[in-house]
């Protein structure tokens, strides 16, 4: 079956969008999966959540390792939920990791090669929000990784970047929920099988 990656900054939509989707794909009598990266529950993302709220200190190397491994924990899940036929929804994935790695200083090659081998997938939609709403929708409680607007804006400039060197699709995730929805659909919709 196929692999939608949902991407994009903090707060632009990733959930709301993975879940819109996948209920057009009901009525489209195709079952879904959505896996949501981190996946906090298991062993290496609980470490993750750790680092992200500020109780463990990680070098770069090590968080955006942890971060590839916990892809991993979940591969044989996301296999099995291939070969049930599903479309699997992926609420970030690996380019989360090529975005935010490289603004820590990392080489792309390098984050490239931690998640080689896990299922590829078949598109990625980027969900471009502006920095001035991500921070609008969400106020407190923002991650080690979300609180530095001058970061902030470095990541909102690499996922484009990225989008293009990878030809990402684009949709600009500051419309209303109900348009940025259907974008994403007519993107789903010309490539699905
Ligand atoms: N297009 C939109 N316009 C306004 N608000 C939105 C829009 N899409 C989502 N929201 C709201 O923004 C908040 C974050 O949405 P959501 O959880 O889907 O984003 P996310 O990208 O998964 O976030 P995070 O990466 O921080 O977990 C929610 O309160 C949601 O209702
Ligand atoms: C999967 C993944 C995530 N990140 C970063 C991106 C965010 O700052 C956090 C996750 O926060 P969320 O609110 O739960 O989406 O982690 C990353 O750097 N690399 C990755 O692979």
């Known amino acids: 079956m196929m692999i939608i990656v949902i991407e994009g900054f903090d707060q632009a939509g990733k959930k709301t969008q993975s879940k819109l989707l996948s209920d057009f794909l009901k009525t489209q009598n195709k079952k ?13 993302g609980k470490e993750i959540k750790n680092f992200l709220g500020g109780k463990r200190k990680f070098a770069p190397q090590v968080i955006h390792c942890l971060l590839a491994a916990n892809r991993w924990e979940k591969s044989q899940d996301i296999k099995n939920a291939l070969a049930k036929n599903h479309v699997v929804i992926m609420n970030r994935y690996y380019q989360s990791n090529l ?13 490239e090669n931690l998640d080689r081998g896990l299922p590829k997938e078949n598109m990625v939609i980027l969900l471009d929000v ?6 609008s929708r969400k106020i407190k409680k923002r991650d080690r990784f979300e609180k530095d607007k001058t970061f902030a804006l470095k990541i909102a400039n690499t996922y484009r970047k990225l989008a293009k060197k990878y030809h990402w699709h684009i949709v600009n995730a500051s419309q209303q929920k109900d348009q940025v929805h259907k974008q994403v659909r007519d993107i789903v919709s010309k490539h699905i099988r």
């Open 99 to 111: 975005v935010y790695g490289t603004v820590n200083g990392l080489d792309l090659k390098w984050l």
């Open 130 to 135: 502006k920095v001035s709403d991500s921070f």
């Open 32 to 44: 879904s999966t959505i896996f949501s990266f981190p996946d906090y529950t298991t062993p290496v």
